[in-house]
DNA sequence: CCCGATTCTTGACGACTGTCAAGGAAATCT
DNA sequence: AGATTTCCTTGACAGTCGTCAAGAATCGGG
């Protein structure tokens, strides 16, 4: 993940750093731990005995690392946030034609579904508690922010691919999309296990049978 | 609200509904209190103690007339969604025209969320809660088809009145417009004070242009 | 090998939660 | 009027929460 500690050697510069890549890299652990558990029991119920049960430690060490819950838990939302808002940029660079943009969008739209729900489950929530707990609206608004670029990149993309300008502006194209995405998540996460599949094509088929309407 | 209690008369039948009534009428008012309770706390911060002191009443009575906090909790979410799920039908009714139809659904919009935003911020929040506790999906699922239902009397009126076919089916056209709302229902509640005219001028402005693309 | 710094565990604290039982207050009935 | 049912308050319970302090375990440099 991190570089590893360097040998030790009579370095203070190089012992200081190896420690605080360290120190940063249990924090990386924690986080990880800490979104698993929030991905799995959400935002309310998750507490920091119940993230320290899914570490390698116990409950008193995330006092050692972070000085908060709150600082934990917004530091769990950057750290997931780091590999998460350039999900379509390969796509996005590598497709040659629009309707391969259209086709591998709409089709990935569902995979991160199927691969990352909780995680996902975890963004809405997050996203939503913001509404009533104003520590969590800074950290909120900078991701959602970028997922609003990162969709963007996507569609104007897909506007120079196809030589049509997009027919919105990218907040509102941002905010159906985000909509569709959503609204599966949801059936996805809530619905009978057999019906997931279903689900996840069902959006990819209204992204592919839409995302044409979104160029003037 | 309810029909007042009938007076005092030896009618066993009469008497019985009237404690009935009344029954039903101090459950409501508690829903009510725990309504406006949740609006502005939130799923995950609202104790019964805090719906209590936004009542008449005191802690323990919310166990005399409801068994559970659960029980409490998908009882107000029904008894909201009585006088909510019909809010554009007026509109729909009264448009004579699809044009008129179209600007005063885009304005009942923001207006919804002017007068009544916790209570969507409310809806928001339990709807996601729904992905991490199975106790609320039976009565989220079951509001959330009566919204999209809602919102298809709208568009197929629309198209009605402008003879030309929906363009979409309703899930997807619920699950669009729900985006938008949702994502100005977002910055309405986390932003700045002087900024909410403006976010809802947008919000019905983008639907207001939107909405003929939604016709075939 | 030993000492000091770092890292982690344990146990405790005050506060808060849902739930419930006991009993007082109020309304109703006879 | 008294008796009885209904309504509501109070106080307590077992449990969980975030937080923190004291000390054990571990590690690195001399």
Redesign the pocket.
């Known amino acids: 993940m991190a570089v590893p500690?360097a040998p030790?050697?009579?370095d203070p510069v190089a012992?200081a750093a190896a420690?605080v890549s360290?120190?940063d890299t249990?924090r990386d652990q924690l986080a990880e731990s800490a979104l698993t558990t929030l991905g799995q029991l959400g935002y309310a119920?998750?507490?920091?005995?119940?993230i320290?049960q899914h570490s390698?430690?116990?409950?008193?060490?995330?006092?050692?690392?972070f000085?908060?819950?709150?600082e934990l838990i917004t530091y769990c939302v950057r750290y997931y946030k780091r590999t998460c808002v350039t999900r379509y940029d390969e796509i996005v660079s590598s497709s040659e034609t629009a309707e391969e943009l259209q086709s591998r969008f709409a089709a990935k739209l569902a995979e991160t579904i199927r691969e990352e729900g909780p995680m996902h489950q975890l963004w809405y929530d997050l996203r939503n508690q913001s509404m009533f707990e104003p520590a969590l609206r800074e950290v909120v608004l900078e991701i959602d922010g970028q997922l609003e670029a990162m969709i963007w990149r996507v569609i104007s993309r897909y506007a120079d691919l196809a030589g049509r300008p997009a027919a919105l502006d990218p907040s509102t194209t941002y905010g159906m999309l985000d909509g569709l995405f959503a609204q599966s998540l949801l059936s996805w996460a809530t619905g009978p296990r057999e019906a997931r599949e279903d689900v996840l094509a069902v959006l990819s088929a209204r992204v592919d049978t839409l995302m044409p309407s979104l160029l003037a």
């Open positions: 500690p030790s050697v009579a012992t420690r360290k120190h249990r119920k998750t507490s920091l005995r119940e320290a390698p430690y116990s409950h008193g060490v995330v006092h050692y690392y000085s908060n819950k709150e």
